[in-house]
Protein backbone atom coordinates (compact mmCIF):
# COMPACT_ATOMS: atom_id res chain seq x y z
CA UNK A 1 0.00 0.00 0.00
CA UNK A 2 3.11 2.28 0.31
CA UNK A 3 3.43 2.26 -3.72
CA UNK A 4 2.11 5.60 -5.67
CA UNK A 5 0.32 2.95 -7.74
CA UNK A 6 -1.85 1.33 -4.61
CA UNK A 7 -2.72 4.88 -3.86
CA UNK A 8 -3.62 6.01 -7.85
CA UNK A 9 -5.53 2.85 -7.69
CA UNK A 10 -7.56 3.58 -4.95
CA UNK A 11 -8.53 7.07 -6.13
CA UNK A 12 -9.10 5.89 -8.98
CA UNK A 13 -11.85 3.25 -7.60
CA UNK A 14 -13.29 6.16 -5.67
CA UNK A 15 -13.62 8.65 -8.35
CA UNK A 16 -15.67 5.42 -10.38
CA UNK A 17 -17.69 4.95 -7.65
CA UNK A 18 -18.63 8.61 -7.23
CA UNK A 19 -19.52 8.51 -10.61
CA UNK A 20 -21.12 5.49 -11.50
CA UNK A 21 -23.63 6.59 -8.59
CA UNK A 22 -24.02 10.23 -9.92
CA UNK A 23 -24.91 8.34 -13.19
CA UNK A 24 -27.08 5.84 -12.10
CA UNK A 25 -28.93 8.29 -9.77
CA UNK A 26 -29.91 10.34 -12.66
CA UNK A 27 -31.30 8.03 -14.55
CA UNK A 28 -33.13 6.82 -11.92
CA UNK A 29 -34.16 10.71 -11.44
CA UNK A 30 -35.17 10.75 -14.81
CA UNK A 31 -37.37 7.79 -14.87
CA UNK A 32 -39.16 9.58 -12.11
CA UNK A 33 -40.12 12.15 -13.48
CA UNK A 34 -41.19 10.38 -16.41
CA UNK A 35 -43.69 8.16 -13.83
CA UNK A 36 -44.84 11.35 -12.65
CA UNK A 37 -45.62 13.01 -15.66
CA UNK A 38 -47.61 9.37 -16.94
CA UNK A 39 -49.61 9.58 -13.31
CA UNK A 40 -50.12 13.31 -13.37
CA UNK A 41 -51.98 12.61 -16.85
CA UNK A 42 -53.82 9.82 -15.69
CA UNK A 43 -55.25 11.28 -12.98
CA UNK A 44 -56.26 14.54 -15.09
CA UNK A 45 -58.04 12.25 -17.93
CA UNK A 46 -59.60 9.77 -15.31
CA UNK A 47 -61.53 13.35 -13.74
CA UNK A 48 -62.62 14.68 -16.86
CA UNK A 49 -64.47 11.16 -17.50
CA UNK A 50 -66.44 11.53 -14.30
CA UNK A 51 -66.85 14.98 -15.03
CA UNK A 52 -68.44 13.60 -18.37
CA UNK A 53 -70.10 10.81 -16.16
CA UNK A 54 -71.99 13.48 -14.56
CA UNK A 55 -73.10 15.26 -17.46
CA UNK A 56 -74.40 12.43 -19.18
CA UNK A 57 -76.66 11.69 -15.91
CA UNK A 58 -77.69 15.31 -16.24
CA UNK A 59 -78.33 15.04 -19.75
CA UNK A 60 -80.55 11.66 -19.48
CA UNK A 61 -82.47 13.58 -16.04
CA UNK A 62 -83.33 16.32 -18.83
CA UNK A 63 -85.73 13.71 -20.64
CA UNK A 64 -87.96 14.34 -18.14
CA UNK A 65 -88.41 17.72 -17.21
CA UNK A 66 -91.29 19.47 -18.01
CA UNK A 67 -91.20 22.17 -21.23
CA UNK A 68 -87.71 20.51 -22.77
CA UNK A 69 -86.82 19.54 -25.63
CA UNK A 70 -86.69 15.15 -25.17
CA UNK A 71 -85.07 14.59 -28.56
CA UNK A 72 -82.42 17.65 -28.22
CA UNK A 73 -81.05 16.04 -25.05
CA UNK A 74 -81.65 12.58 -26.61
CA UNK A 75 -79.01 13.40 -29.24
CA UNK A 76 -76.45 14.62 -26.26
CA UNK A 77 -76.72 11.78 -24.58
CA UNK A 78 -75.98 9.70 -28.19
CA UNK A 79 -73.28 11.50 -28.69
CA UNK A 80 -71.84 11.30 -24.78
CA UNK A 81 -72.24 7.56 -24.40
CA UNK A 82 -69.42 6.70 -26.55
CA UNK A 83 -66.89 9.92 -25.97
CA UNK A 84 -66.81 8.31 -22.04
CA UNK A 85 -66.57 4.61 -23.41
CA UNK A 86 -63.78 5.69 -25.28
CA UNK A 87 -61.86 7.73 -22.38
CA UNK A 88 -62.01 4.56 -20.31
CA UNK A 89 -60.92 2.53 -22.98
CA UNK A 90 -58.05 5.22 -22.60
CA UNK A 91 -57.27 4.92 -19.70
CA UNK A 92 -56.95 1.05 -19.44
CA UNK A 93 -54.20 0.88 -22.21
CA UNK A 94 -52.19 3.86 -19.71
CA UNK A 95 -53.03 1.71 -16.58
CA UNK A 96 -49.89 0.24 -14.65
CA UNK A 97 -51.72 -1.87 -11.77
CA UNK A 98 -53.70 -5.00 -12.07
CA UNK A 99 -56.32 -3.25 -9.86
CA UNK A 100 -56.81 -0.12 -12.19
CA UNK A 101 -57.50 -1.94 -15.14
CA UNK A 102 -60.23 -4.10 -12.95
CA UNK A 103 -61.89 -1.03 -12.17
CA UNK A 104 -62.09 0.15 -15.05
CA UNK A 105 -63.32 -2.75 -17.08
CA UNK A 106 -66.14 -2.69 -14.15
CA UNK A 107 -66.58 0.90 -15.27
CA UNK A 108 -66.80 0.42 -18.76
CA UNK A 109 -69.51 -2.44 -18.74
CA UNK A 110 -71.70 -0.03 -16.21
CA UNK A 111 -71.40 2.47 -19.33
CA UNK A 112 -72.43 -0.20 -21.62
CA UNK A 113 -75.65 -1.16 -18.95
CA UNK A 114 -76.16 2.89 -18.79
CA UNK A 115 -76.49 2.72 -22.62
CA UNK A 116 -79.02 -0.05 -22.26
CA UNK A 117 -81.30 1.82 -19.72
CA UNK A 118 -81.49 4.81 -21.87
CA UNK A 119 -82.64 2.55 -25.21
CA UNK A 120 -85.53 1.04 -22.39
CA UNK A 121 -86.26 5.15 -21.39
CA UNK A 122 -86.46 5.95 -24.87
CA UNK A 123 -88.88 3.36 -25.87
CA UNK A 124 -91.41 3.44 -22.77
CA UNK A 125 -90.86 7.62 -23.70
CA UNK A 126 -91.73 6.85 -27.28
CA UNK A 127 -94.76 4.49 -26.24
CA UNK A 128 -96.04 7.51 -24.22
CA UNK A 129 -95.28 5.76 -20.85
CA UNK A 130 -93.48 8.78 -19.36
CA UNK A 131 -93.81 7.16 -15.71
CA UNK A 132 -92.05 4.50 -16.74
CA UNK A 133 -89.17 6.30 -18.36
CA UNK A 134 -88.76 8.28 -15.46
CA UNK A 135 -88.99 5.23 -13.13
CA UNK A 136 -86.01 3.29 -15.19
CA UNK A 137 -84.11 6.91 -15.92
CA UNK A 138 -83.77 7.54 -11.69
CA UNK A 139 -83.33 3.90 -10.33
CA UNK A 140 -81.91 2.00 -12.81
CA UNK A 141 -79.76 5.09 -14.77
CA UNK A 142 -78.47 6.79 -11.65
CA UNK A 143 -77.09 3.42 -10.30
CA UNK A 144 -75.03 2.76 -13.41
CA UNK A 145 -73.79 6.01 -13.93
CA UNK A 146 -72.89 6.43 -10.11
CA UNK A 147 -71.23 2.85 -10.52
CA UNK A 148 -69.14 3.90 -13.29
CA UNK A 149 -67.91 6.68 -11.47
CA UNK A 150 -67.36 4.99 -8.59
CA UNK A 151 -64.62 2.83 -9.88
CA UNK A 152 -62.83 5.45 -12.33
CA UNK A 153 -62.59 7.09 -9.22
CA UNK A 154 -61.10 3.88 -7.52
CA UNK A 155 -59.14 3.42 -10.30
CA UNK A 156 -57.41 6.32 -9.53
CA UNK A 157 -56.83 5.93 -6.14
CA UNK A 158 -55.07 2.56 -7.59
CA UNK A 159 -52.93 4.40 -10.16
CA UNK A 160 -51.85 6.73 -7.48
CA UNK A 161 -51.02 4.12 -4.70
CA UNK A 162 -48.93 2.36 -7.71
CA UNK A 163 -47.40 5.49 -8.87
CA UNK A 164 -46.07 6.14 -5.12
CA UNK A 165 -44.79 2.56 -5.13
CA UNK A 166 -42.95 2.92 -7.95
CA UNK A 167 -41.23 6.29 -6.65
CA UNK A 168 -40.35 4.12 -3.32
CA UNK A 169 -38.78 1.63 -5.17
CA UNK A 170 -36.70 4.85 -7.17
CA UNK A 171 -35.86 6.39 -3.85
CA UNK A 172 -34.92 3.20 -2.32
CA UNK A 173 -32.66 2.13 -5.41
CA UNK A 174 -30.86 5.78 -5.25
CA UNK A 175 -30.14 5.34 -1.76
CA UNK A 176 -28.64 2.09 -1.82
CA UNK A 177 -26.43 3.59 -4.92
CA UNK A 178 -25.25 6.37 -2.82
CA UNK A 179 -24.72 4.39 0.65
CA UNK A 180 -22.75 2.09 -2.10
CA UNK A 181 -20.42 4.73 -3.21
CA UNK A 182 -20.02 6.58 0.11
CA UNK A 183 -18.93 3.27 1.42
CA UNK A 184 -15.87 2.89 -1.05
CA UNK A 185 -15.27 6.06 -0.47
CA UNK A 186 -14.55 6.10 2.87
CA UNK A 187 -13.07 2.76 2.75
CA UNK A 188 -10.76 3.87 0.08
CA UNK A 189 -9.87 7.09 2.29
CA UNK A 190 -9.45 5.15 5.34
CA UNK A 191 -6.75 2.52 3.62
CA UNK A 192 -4.68 5.29 2.61
CA UNK A 193 -4.77 6.82 5.81
CA UNK A 194 -5.08 4.65 8.93
CA UNK A 195 -3.53 1.32 6.91
CA UNK A 196 -0.51 3.35 5.43
CA UNK A 197 0.11 6.67 7.60
CA UNK A 198 2.68 9.01 5.47
CA UNK A 199 4.65 11.59 6.65
CA UNK A 200 2.92 14.86 6.10
CA UNK A 201 3.41 18.79 6.29
CA UNK A 202 3.22 20.04 9.25
CA UNK A 203 0.41 21.84 9.78
CA UNK A 204 0.61 25.85 10.02
CA UNK A 205 0.18 26.79 13.54
CA UNK A 206 -3.34 28.90 13.90
CA UNK A 207 -3.76 30.98 17.28
CA UNK A 208 -6.86 29.39 18.98
CA UNK A 209 -9.79 26.73 19.17
CA UNK A 210 -12.76 26.81 17.36
CA UNK A 211 -14.82 28.93 19.46
CA UNK A 212 -12.07 31.93 18.64
CA UNK A 213 -10.79 31.00 15.34
CA UNK A 214 -13.45 32.31 13.20
CA UNK A 215 -12.43 35.98 14.20
CA UNK A 216 -8.75 35.94 15.48
CA UNK A 217 -6.29 36.64 12.66
CA UNK A 218 -3.26 34.48 12.08
CA UNK A 219 -0.25 35.44 13.58
CA UNK A 220 2.07 37.46 10.81
CA UNK A 221 5.88 35.97 10.22
CA UNK A 222 7.65 38.69 12.45
CA UNK A 223 5.71 37.09 15.06
CA UNK A 224 6.44 33.36 15.11
CA UNK A 225 8.68 32.11 17.88
CA UNK A 226 11.58 29.87 15.50
CA UNK A 227 13.43 28.99 18.74
CA UNK A 228 13.89 25.37 18.72
CA UNK A 229 11.19 23.54 21.10
CA UNK A 230 10.74 19.91 22.72
CA UNK A 231 9.06 17.55 20.30
CA UNK A 232 5.40 17.29 21.42
CA UNK A 233 3.88 13.72 22.42
CA UNK A 234 2.30 12.54 18.76
CA UNK A 235 -1.51 12.12 19.42
CA UNK A 236 -2.49 8.58 19.96
CA UNK A 237 -6.25 7.21 20.32
CA UNK A 238 -7.15 4.34 22.23
CA UNK A 239 -10.32 2.97 19.42
CA UNK A 240 -8.98 0.99 16.87
CA UNK A 241 -9.29 1.31 13.62
CA UNK A 242 -11.78 -1.08 12.81
CA UNK A 243 -14.43 0.47 15.07
CA UNK A 244 -14.00 3.66 13.25
CA UNK A 245 -14.34 2.65 10.09
CA UNK A 246 -17.58 1.25 10.88
CA UNK A 247 -18.76 4.06 12.54
CA UNK A 248 -17.43 6.08 10.08
CA UNK A 249 -19.12 4.14 7.27
CA UNK A 250 -22.66 4.24 9.23
CA UNK A 251 -22.57 7.71 9.68
CA UNK A 252 -21.97 8.17 6.12
CA UNK A 253 -25.05 6.14 5.13
CA UNK A 254 -27.17 8.03 7.51
CA UNK A 255 -26.45 11.37 6.10
CA UNK A 256 -26.91 10.08 2.67
CA UNK A 257 -30.40 9.32 3.81
CA UNK A 258 -31.26 12.22 6.25
CA UNK A 259 -34.37 13.87 5.60
CA UNK A 260 -35.24 16.33 8.15
CA UNK A 261 -33.27 19.17 10.33
CA UNK A 262 -33.26 17.36 13.54
CA UNK A 263 -32.01 14.04 12.37
CA UNK A 264 -28.84 16.35 10.88
CA UNK A 265 -27.83 17.87 14.07
CA UNK A 266 -28.16 13.95 15.78
CA UNK A 267 -25.86 12.69 13.01
CA UNK A 268 -23.50 16.25 13.92
CA UNK A 269 -22.77 14.96 17.12
CA UNK A 270 -22.57 11.30 15.60
CA UNK A 271 -19.63 13.03 13.71
CA UNK A 272 -18.19 14.71 16.92
CA UNK A 273 -18.17 11.28 18.76
CA UNK A 274 -16.05 9.94 15.75
CA UNK A 275 -13.40 12.67 15.41
CA UNK A 276 -13.06 12.91 19.19
CA UNK A 277 -14.23 16.83 19.21
CA UNK A 278 -15.46 18.62 21.96
CA UNK A 279 -17.86 20.65 19.32
CA UNK A 280 -18.51 20.91 15.47
CA UNK A 281 -19.89 23.92 14.01
CA UNK A 282 -21.44 23.96 11.03
CA UNK A 283 -21.01 27.34 8.51
CA UNK A 284 -23.27 27.95 5.17
CA UNK A 285 -22.30 30.63 2.55
CA UNK A 286 -24.53 33.66 2.04
CA UNK A 287 -26.79 33.64 -1.59
CA UNK A 288 -24.14 36.21 -3.11
CA UNK A 289 -21.05 34.39 -1.47
CA UNK A 290 -19.48 37.48 0.26
CA UNK A 291 -19.57 35.70 3.69
CA UNK A 292 -20.49 32.83 5.56
CA UNK A 293 -22.58 32.17 8.88
CA UNK A 294 -23.32 29.57 11.51
CA UNK A 295 -25.80 27.15 10.18
CA UNK A 296 -25.73 24.12 12.59
CA UNK A 297 -23.92 23.44 16.00
CA UNK A 298 -22.93 20.58 18.40
CA UNK A 299 -21.40 21.11 21.97
CA UNK A 300 -21.38 24.64 22.56
CA UNK A 301 -23.58 26.89 25.27
CA UNK A 302 -25.98 29.21 23.11
CA UNK A 303 -23.97 32.60 24.63
CA UNK A 304 -20.69 30.66 23.02
CA UNK A 305 -22.78 30.54 19.14
CA UNK A 306 -24.81 33.98 19.81
CA UNK A 307 -20.77 35.34 19.65
CA UNK A 308 -19.87 33.56 16.36
CA UNK A 309 -21.38 35.84 14.22
CA UNK A 310 -21.42 36.14 9.53
CA UNK A 311 -17.70 36.15 8.47
CA UNK A 312 -16.51 37.63 5.58
CA UNK A 313 -14.97 35.70 2.60
CA UNK A 314 -11.78 38.18 3.12
CA UNK A 315 -11.30 37.52 6.65
CA UNK A 316 -8.29 36.43 7.84
CA UNK A 317 -8.81 33.41 10.05
CA UNK A 318 -9.62 29.89 9.62
CA UNK A 319 -13.06 29.36 8.70
CA UNK A 320 -12.78 32.36 6.09
CA UNK A 321 -9.42 30.55 4.47
CA UNK A 322 -11.09 27.40 4.44
CA UNK A 323 -14.21 28.77 2.68
CA UNK A 324 -12.05 30.90 0.18
CA UNK A 325 -9.43 28.46 -1.18
CA UNK A 326 -11.37 25.26 -0.47
CA UNK A 327 -8.31 23.61 1.27
CA UNK A 328 -8.37 22.24 5.04
CA UNK A 329 -7.36 24.43 7.37
CA UNK A 330 -5.40 23.28 10.89
CA UNK A 331 -5.70 25.07 14.41
CA UNK A 332 -2.57 23.82 16.33
CA UNK A 333 -3.73 23.70 20.25
CA UNK A 334 -2.93 26.07 22.49
CA UNK A 335 -1.96 23.68 26.33
CA UNK A 336 -3.48 25.15 28.86
CA UNK A 337 -5.28 27.67 26.77
CA UNK A 338 -7.36 25.94 23.50
CA UNK A 339 -8.17 22.77 22.28
CA UNK A 340 -6.86 22.73 18.19
CA UNK A 341 -9.15 22.35 15.30
CA UNK A 342 -9.67 21.09 12.02
CA UNK A 343 -11.44 23.26 9.63
CA UNK A 344 -12.41 21.48 6.39
CA UNK A 345 -14.11 23.26 3.37
CA UNK A 346 -18.21 21.68 2.30
CA UNK A 347 -17.40 21.33 -1.05
CA UNK A 348 -20.19 20.82 -3.66
CA UNK A 349 -20.64 20.96 -7.78
CA UNK A 350 -21.60 24.67 -7.52
CA UNK A 351 -18.00 25.02 -5.51
CA UNK A 352 -17.50 26.12 -1.95
CA UNK A 353 -20.73 26.53 0.30
CA UNK A 354 -19.21 26.66 4.08
CA UNK A 355 -17.08 25.05 6.40
CA UNK A 356 -17.24 22.38 8.86
CA UNK A 357 -15.42 23.59 12.08
CA UNK A 358 -14.34 21.09 14.86
CA UNK A 359 -12.62 21.37 17.79
CA UNK A 360 -10.81 18.58 18.53
CA UNK A 361 -9.46 16.88 22.18
CA UNK A 362 -5.88 16.40 23.05
CA UNK A 363 -4.05 17.61 20.66
CA UNK A 364 -5.71 15.24 17.77
CA UNK A 365 -6.29 18.11 15.09
CA UNK A 366 -2.28 16.72 14.03
CA UNK A 367 -3.95 13.25 13.24
CA UNK A 368 -4.23 12.42 9.61
CA UNK A 369 -6.85 10.08 10.40
CA UNK A 370 -8.65 13.24 12.40
CA UNK A 371 -8.09 15.12 9.38
CA UNK A 372 -9.15 12.65 6.56
CA UNK A 373 -12.86 11.98 8.48
CA UNK A 374 -13.21 16.11 8.67
CA UNK A 375 -12.75 15.61 4.89
CA UNK A 376 -14.94 12.56 5.03
CA UNK A 377 -18.09 14.33 6.62
CA UNK A 378 -17.48 17.73 4.82
CA UNK A 379 -18.10 15.82 1.52
CA UNK A 380 -20.96 14.28 2.97
CA UNK A 381 -22.47 17.19 4.10
CA UNK A 382 -21.74 19.24 1.54
CA UNK A 383 -24.22 17.08 -0.83
CA UNK A 384 -27.07 16.82 2.43
CA UNK A 385 -26.79 20.81 2.43
CA UNK A 386 -27.61 21.39 -1.67
CA UNK A 387 -30.12 18.32 -1.25
CA UNK A 388 -32.42 18.38 1.72
CA UNK A 389 -35.05 21.22 1.97
CA UNK A 390 -34.55 21.48 5.84
CA UNK A 391 -30.79 21.95 5.00
CA UNK A 392 -32.14 24.46 2.78
CA UNK A 393 -33.80 26.35 5.11
CA UNK A 394 -30.81 26.31 7.12
CA UNK A 395 -29.02 28.01 4.27
CA UNK A 396 -31.29 30.54 4.18
CA UNK A 397 -32.04 31.32 7.43
CA UNK A 398 -28.95 30.09 9.32
CA UNK A 399 -30.71 30.35 12.72
CA UNK A 400 -27.62 29.73 15.38
CA UNK A 401 -27.24 26.37 17.70
CA UNK A 402 -30.14 23.98 16.68
Known sequence: MRSPAARLILGAVALLALGAAAFFVNQLER???????????FDLSARAVVNDLADLRIFQSAYMAAGQDTEHWKQKVAESIPDVSNGIVALESSARGEATRTALANARSQIIEFGN???????????????????????????????????????????????????????????????????????????LVLISPRAGIEPEA??????????????????????PRVPEARYTTAR????????????CTDLGR????????????????????????????????????????????????????????????????AYRTGQMQIVLARPGESN????????????????????????????ESVQALAAIFAAQLAGVLNTTPAAQQSRTTATGTI
Open 258 to 321: VSDLDELTSLIGQAADVMDASGIVIWVASADGTYVQLALSHGYAPHVTARMSRIMRSADNAAAA
Open 240 to 251: PAGPVLRAASQL
Open 340 to 367: GAVVAPLLSTDGCIGALSAEIRGGGESS
Open 31 to 41: QLTTARVTERA
Open 117 to 191: VDQRARDYLKSGQPLMAGDVIFSEGGAAANSASQAVNAARASERQAADGVETGFRQRQAAVLAGAAGVVVVALLL
Open 206 to 227: EPSSIAHAAFAAPKAASDIDVS
